[in-house]
């Protein structure tokens, strides 16, 4: 049986391995963007959950976020908790949001573009430096930032310069 198209019996089954998955990959110090959706429950229950995360967390607020967004007791959990945000990694800027874009700030210079919201469910696209990150496209865990350096290496890049041009 199967919960959400996700390989658990049910959400519990599912809370407490995405739980263990997240202790499992991080440690105290690591930094850690959540792109949204963080919990589809009341805000008591998923302030218990991020509790229990390790690491230095950031929340880019996702559309199933709405409750969670004007909660202090939640809020106060997180480093930061905003609907967007653009990030440097060593010297690769990033831009970090829910939702995949076509074009994002700097994305004709090489910065890349991090997104939740999607499951997997979109084509990848070789020339954009863009990859979901959702929990559904790692093996339910968090992903790094080396393996999404890996990813993005192997992608054909073409910066599009969207100032002025129109796309064929």
């Known amino acids: 049986m199967k919960y959400s198209g996700r390989p658990f019996a049910d959400v519990y089954e599912m809370n407490e391995a995405l739980v263990r998955n997240w202790n499992a990959a991080v440690k105290p110090g690591d930094v850690v963007y959540h792109l949204g959706d963080f919990a ?44 967007m945000a653009d990030v440097t990694v060593g010297s690769q800027r990033i831009v970090l949001s829910h939702y995949a874009m076509r074009v994002w700030n700097q994305s004709h210079r090489g910065a890349w573009q991090l997104h939740g919201h999607s499951h997997g469910s979109l084509k990848e696209e070789p020339h954009l430096l863009q990859a979901d990150v959702g929990v559904d496209c790692w093996d339910q865990r968090p992903v790094s930032f080396e393996a999404i350096a890996a990813k993005m290496a192997k992608k054909e890049y073409q910066p599009v310069d969207h100032h002025g041009r129109k796309e064929d």
């Open 40 to 83: 589809l429950c009341d805000v008591a229950s998923a302030t218990k959950i991020v509790e229990r995360l390790a690491g230095q967390k950031y929340l880019v607020f996702g559309n199933h976020d709405k409750v969670l967004r004007k909660d202090k007791r939640f809020l106060e959990h997180w480093i930061w908790a905003k609907d």
